[in-house]
């Protein structure tokens, strides 16, 4: 919290004069000016609260944080007689006297204090009463200001403070943030007609099968003029000379959906000038009917088996050798082998015992790769393909081949050289081999963590040689984690579950699928074979990704999706079919070997099928693992994971829910921009929803983008909207299948599946959300939706939202015992409504304006003398004033003019 009081006397927790300097003089350029207006009376002992609405103030700062303690600081200012704003000079602590208002003059005593409070996110304004001579009507004018020191955006509040008889609070700050839409940046309109409809200035229409749709444009001002080209999603080309009047498809089908490009050409005071435009055309089947994601969701399989002939065991062995020139010391399976010198760490054993745990060692991969071979159906390593055991190469222990110190630890896949080229193999160094003593329960305790990472990196070994996945470093490990877990679960033990680093892909679901090391540090995604990661200082390398999340590659989320959705034959296929991303090939297939993918569509469908079954966690008997995953990561704070770092930033706490701020006056909201989706990434936001059902809108800010609704009951079913490009989505209930703590989840993503290179894997994409009937708010993103079964209360929601709306709205009451009555219907931008309570005390009543179509546009507890403020932003139309007083509601219908 900031303290600023402004007084004569200089206090010694002031900002360093070095931070002072290093802030220059505020600009107008970047400067947003809020005002506040109170009222206090001479005797007010509390402050007066001036609330500062968060997301505004990031809007306006440009900046995705508020870190206080670092690059955003709060500033008094100090005014020059006669000067503008553009002249004030910044200072850590501002005086205010008590005959001149915000003008400095040589008199040292105090009127007022002013505390900013982080917390809260507001300012606290106090006055001095008894300390000066004031008057009734005695009006003091103060500044503070909120600057961003790194891009010197700054928010000035103004804060007109007079004494009287009264206590109030008005702000012209709005409530919402204003953050640019995709439009803003559209030198002409776009325009969209559905059949006989009244046009609309937008760039994406539902349609239903049969309607006509009409595009064009519109210039922005009088005296300009605007053509365009159009071109199907197809790549056809549908007006190929430039068109000033509008062009209608008719009579449209599902072959028309997509998006539209325009090319537009706008001349403006004689110049002319060209962009690029997308429109958006959805086509619907079955708006309102629930979407069912497993009746006919696509199919590929492949067995290894069907290709491969059974290998029989091989029967040679490679030649290692010892520094000494020594033979290397070896146990042998019927597939494996494991080779060390007699160097190797003493905390492996004497000789003895050190041979007992290599054929401890020995028994298990023979165990686990027998299974994975025989009964799964995936080929050896190219070792025992071409009649050789496969093998493990013991470092740090005296071979030949390795300089390895003996005490270094760890372990990996890799290649050795012998019998005339290099071979994969697994590299272990004596710490996992020492897990595999008879006694090693009694000396470790990560043993079976230990041991089970050594057949990971067998795993790897197999994968080398495989013609699939090449560019997507990725999936080497999370189908390397997804196929040991595999074996595991077909060995009956337990529902396969993602290991405790996938969870990234639960609680971090905005993150891309194809994504090695997660969110970074620079908010940007690692790509598919780590771009973006490697950072090194000389031989240094330096952290570029934050603890957890950034072990997101080993998570086997998405190929468990596919295994229960689409067919455990579907992973193999990848590992055949997809030589570079995983993706990709999904889509494309292999043409080179006649082999066809899903399609774009298909693709397209399947991402956003990924992205809903992640917000409902609907993977069938893996479902309760997830959650526990999940609940084990829930609230964890990630940040840089060690030092040296690359940034340095803020620390994030992890929830896999997205939170919208208010962004304009007519309802839409945005997402933060931190957390927007990456390519193929997808955001999760919980809504307060009634008890009929919901409809709430969807717009795209950005290209190939989809969303769904989807819930799940207090029984666990779960149910899906239909999903769409653009518009309404709608979702309706009774009471056989009400949301669980009627709470539902909005599931906008990407559906980008081919990886283009760094501009794509720096990007968020954006969109809006509107909520319409039956959508009340954006529930608390710090509580845990995901277990359906357990009653949930929002701290941040009050119920009466809900029920203010849905009873019959009352116009006016008369006034009657335990009844509350407004005195006029009629309402006004920044302007007070008195209130009749009926003798309750205002402090106990709590007053919401919704919109008709639920969303919530202010809320605030009655003030002292009766009265509520309505917001200085307030648009002309209809809205509901809900009442609340001990739970029971009251509910005006009003007009704002």
């Known amino acids: 919290m900031k303290m600023s009081l402004l007084t004569f006397v200089r206090h010694t927790m002031l900002v360093s004069i070095a931070i002072l300097l290093a802030v220059p003089t505020a600009k107008a350029e970047g400067t947003k000016t809020f005002t506040f207006t109170i009222e206090r009376t001479m005797g007010q002992e509390e402050p007066t609260f001036c609330q500062v609405h968060e997301s505004v103030l990031k809007a306006n700062l440009n900046t995705e944080t508020l870190n206080f303690s670092s690059n955003i600081k709060v500033y008094s200012i100090q005014a020059t007689n006669g000067k503008p704003y553009t002249e004030y000079k910044v200072q850590p602590l501002g ?35 008894g300390r000066r001579n004031a008057q009734d009507g005695e009006t003091y004018t103060m500044h503070e200001a909120i600057i961003n020191t790194t891009t010197k955006d700054t928010v000035l509040y103004v804060f007109n403070m007079t004494m009287g008889t009264k206590q109030s609070v008005i702000s012209d700050e709005p409530a919402y943030i204003h953050r640019a839409d995709l439009m803003d940046s559209w030198r002409a309109l776009p325009y ?58 008719s009579s449209i089908d599902l072959s028309d959906k997509g998006l539209y490009t325009v090319s537009s050409r706008c001349i403006i005071d004689g110049r002319s000038y060209l962009q690029t435009y997308t429109f958006i055309v959805d086509v619907l089947e079955r708006q309102g009917e629930y979407f069912d994601w497993d009746a006919d969701g696509p199919y590929w399989s492949y067995d290894f088996r069907d290709e491969y002939d059974a290998i029989p065991a091989p029967t040679k062995i490679h030649s290692f050798t010892q520094k000494n020139g020594k033979a290397a010391n070896a146990v042998h399976g019927d597939w494996w082998s494991i080779f060390w010198g007699d160097n190797l760490n003493p905390k492996c ?20 790769f027998a299974y994975i071979r025989d009964e799964m159906g995936w080929p050896p390593d190219i070792n025992a393909r071409q009649g050789w055991k496969s093998f493990v190469y013991v470092l740090g222990s005296g071979l030949s081949n390795d300089n390895t110190g003996q005490d270094e630890e ?16 697994v590299t272990a160094t004596w710490a996992p081999m020492a897990r595999f003593r008879d006694d090693a329960s009694s000396i470790y305790s990560d043993v079976a963590y230990q041991t089970d990472a050594m057949i990971h990196e067998g795993i790897h070994a197999i994968f080398a040689d495989y013609p699939g996945c090449k560019s997507s470093a990725w999936f080497q490990e999370a189908g390397n984690v997804w196929l040991q877990g595999a074996m595991n679960a077909k060995r009956g033990l337990g529902a396969q579950v993602s290991g405790w680093l996938g969870v990234g892909n639960l609680i971090c679901p905005f993150m891309p699928i194809e994504c090695y090391s997660g969110w970074l540090q620079d908010g940007s995604f690692g790509g598919p074979a780590a771009e973006g990661v490697n950072m090194y200082n000389g031989s240094q390398q330096i952290c570029t990704w934050r603890n957890l999340i950034g072990g997101v590659q ?55 099928h990924y992205r809903a079954k992640l917000a409902t966690i609907d993977f ?7 959650r526990s995953l999940m609940d084990g990561a829930w609230g964890t704070v990630v940040r840089p994971e060690w030092e040296p770092h690359w940034i340095d930033c803020a620390p994030f706490t992890l929830t896999p829910y997205q939170t919208l701020s208010l962004n304009d006056a007519d309802g839409w909201m945005a997402p933060d921009p931190l957390t927007n989706p990456g390519w193929s990434g997808g ?46 989505m709608v979702l309706n209930w009774d009471d056989t299948n009400q949301p669980a703590n009627g709470v539902i989840f909005v599931v906008p993503c990407n559906t980008d599946y081919i990886y283009e290179g760094d501009a794509q894997r720096k990007k968020h994409w954006d969109y809006r959300i509107k909520l319409g009937r039956g959508a009340y708010a954006v529930a608390d993103i710090y509580q845990k939706w995901y277990f359906y079964e357990r009653t949930i209360t929002d701290p941040t929601y009050d119920e009466s939202i809900a029920t ?5 709205v009352q116009t006016a009451p008369a006034n009657k015992e335990g009844g509350f009555r407004i005195l006029s219907s009629i309402l006004k931008g920044g302007r007070k409504v008195q209130l009749d309570l009926g003798g309750v005390p205002a402090n106990e009543v709590k007053a919401h304006l919704v919109g008709l179509a639920g969303v919530v546009i202010d809320e605030q507890t009655v003030a002292n003398d009766g009265t509520i403020q309505m917001p200085a932003h307030l648009n002309r139309g209809m809205y509901v004033l809900a009442l609340n007083h001990n739970g029971k509601i009251q509910s005006f219908k009003v007009f704002a003019e």
């Open 554 to 608: 080993y998570g086997e989320t998405f190929p468990i999706f596919l295994g229960l959705n689409v067919g455990q034959g579907s992973v193999p296929w990848i590992w055949r079919y997809c030589t570079d991303y995983v993706l990709k090939g999904i889509a494309l297939g292999n043409p080179d070997e006649g082999v066809e993918g899903i399609g774009d569509e298909g693709m397209r469908q399947l991402i956003m």
């Open 410 to 425: 760890g372990g990996w896949q890799g290649t050795e050289y012998a019998d005339g080229r290099s071979w994969p193999c």
């Open 804 to 808: 203010g709306v849905e009873e019959t």
């Open 349 to 368: 054993g004497d000789a003895t015992v050190a041979k007992k745990t290599m054929e401890n060692a020995i028994k298990k991969y023979e165990t686990d």
């Open 192 to 249: 969209i007609r559905l059949n006989d409809q009244e046009g609309e200035t937008n760039f994406c229409v539902q349609a239903n099968i049969g309607d006509n749709v009409t595009f064009g444009l519109r210039p922005r001002n009088e005296g300009e003029r605007t053509y365009f080209k159009l071109t199907a999603p197809d790549g056809t080309t549908l007006v190929r000379n430039w068109r000033e009047d509008d062009y209608t498809l």
């Open 95 to 129: 005086n205010y006297f008590n005959s001149t208002g915000n003008v400095a003059t040589t008199k040292s005593v105090a009127v007022a204090s002013i505390t900013f409070d982080t917390q809260k996110m507001g300012f606290s304004v106090m006055h001095y009463e």
């Open 683 to 728: 955001n999760i936001i919980p809504v307060h929803v009634g008890k009929n059902g919901c409809e709430i809108f969807f717009r795209p800010e950005d290209d190939n983008m989809r969303c769904q609704l989807c819930y799940r009951t207090r029984d666990g079913r779960t149910f899906y909207s239909q999903p769409v490009l653009c518009g309404k």
């Open 620 to 626: 069938k008997e893996s479902s309760n693992g997830m």
